[in-house]
C-alpha cells in the first residue's frame, strides 16, 4: 500500500517502502503485489529484496492506471523502492 509493506522470514523482517504515485485504481493492485512477489521468491527464498522490490512496483504500476496496469513503468517504479532489514 501507500504506506509500503513488511515481510517477515526465519530469520527477517523486512520493509519496502512505497513508490510516489498518483493514485488512479487500486482494483487489483494487490494481487498484482502478491503475484510479482511470488515470482521471484517462489522460486529462490533468499531473493527477499529483488522480491518485495518488484512487487511493490507492480502494485504501483497498477494502482497508477485506469485500468489493470500495463506494467511498463514496473523497472522506472522499482528505482523508488527502498528495502530494509528492519529486524
Not at 44 to 50: G, L, T
Request: aromatic share 6%; hydrophobic share 50%; glycine share 8%.
Amino acid at each position: 500500500g501507500g504506506r509500503g509493506a513488511f515481510f517477515l522470514d526465519d530469520r527477517h523482517i523486512y520493509r519496502a517502502s512505497a513508490a510516489k504515485i498518483k493514485i488512479l485504481s487500486t482494483a487489483c493492485a494487490g494481487d498484482a503485489t502478491l503475484a510479482a512477489f511470488l515470482s521471484i521468491w517462489h522460486d529462490d527464498r533468499d531473493a527477499v529484496v529483488p522480491a518485495l522490490t518488484r512487487a511493490m512496483a507492480t502494485g504501483a504500476d497498477v494502482a497508477s492506471s485506469a485500468g489493470l496496469g500495463d506494467l511498463a513503468r514496473v523497472d522506472e517504479l522499482a528505482n523508488q523502492i527502498e528495502v530494509k532489514v528492519v529486524e
